[in-house]
């Protein structure tokens, strides 16, 4: 099969690699109809994230089922499912608790308790290195998907791809990052990021009650498709000083709930590069040190982006004098994807407006190039294999 590969830090290929097959009663193999780059692939593509050997990336995906391992009952070939970007067996201690990102049986090599940099990791993830199962991903034409009995989604025929892609992962995430916030109506949320996940995040914030949402990227035409699909007000941090805006917005007091869904890979001054090379850190944590000061006491910071090191200078003090509640982590898709594709199917959610480009797996390479340098008003890309 053509697959994209990624060989070494900024080098992925679209090239001839073995088909999937089945491995386990559990398995189905998934001819892929469409797929799609995450911000999330850019840790790996950028070297954030190692991964020594080649890997097919690529943990947004759809498609057909085309063969269905002795232990599956409820697929058969020729169904169109949807696939949760964290693999899960549904039957460990975290999984019979909602908790399915922390699966204990889909990465025997790599789990454990302690969630070390290099070791004990979380649950398997598909196309995300080594430390999390080392499963091949969806920018593939076929894709082996473990544990599938309990994971793939039928789609309705009614609907296209592109209008359920993303409850794979990042329509999930983004609705676990205003979950977290526990709304209860007419509260003010603050959305750092207008990417991908931050587009979601609010419009996951205005249908679970949110009163004003105010979306912060440093990108004017991120900004701008946010006010346009998602109707929300908007801050650039390189004309404004946000947290000062934010608490002007708010009587002086801050946001009810600050979302991180940037992470690590947020634009970094010279010092900030410095500081990471001499305390040995990935990445910088400036937005994150901006959530906590523009949330407001006793409120609540919810962080989606990705870290991936240990930091120096945590703000404790500020969190604790501030009385804060943080929340991190993956997205709880198995939790919440049965009620996000009812929204979807119901019309209170459209999710296809964030789309920028459409273009075959074989242009993978540029594809990356120019969601990774924010190129041609790039917002977000399906791939059709």
Partial sequence: MKAAVFHKMGDIRYETTEDPTIEESRDVILRVTSTAICGSDLHIYDGFLPQLRNEVLGHEFMGIVEEVGSGVTNLKKGDRVVVPFTIACGQCYFCQHELQMHCEHSNPEFYGPDGGLLSEKGGGLFGYSDLYGGYNGGQAEYVRVPYADYGLRHVPEELKDEQVLFLSDIFPTGWSSIEWGELRGGETVAIFGSGPVGLMAQKSAWIQGAGRVIAIDPVEYRLERARRVNNVETLNPREVDVVEAIRSMTEGRGADLCVDAVGMEADRTILDKAKAVINLEKGTTSVLEQCFRAVRRGGIVSVVGVYGSPTDNYPV?????????????????????????????????????????VLPLAEISRAYDIFKKKEDDCTKVILKP
């Avoid at 997205?331 to 789309?355: C, E, F, P, Y």
């Fill in 317 to 357: 003090g500020r969190i604790f004098d501030k009385g804060l509640t943080v929340r991190y982590g993956q997205s709880q898709v198995h939790k919440n994807i049965d009620h996000l594709l009812d929204l979807v199917v119901q019309g209170k959610v459209v999710l296809d407006d964030i789309v920028s480009h």
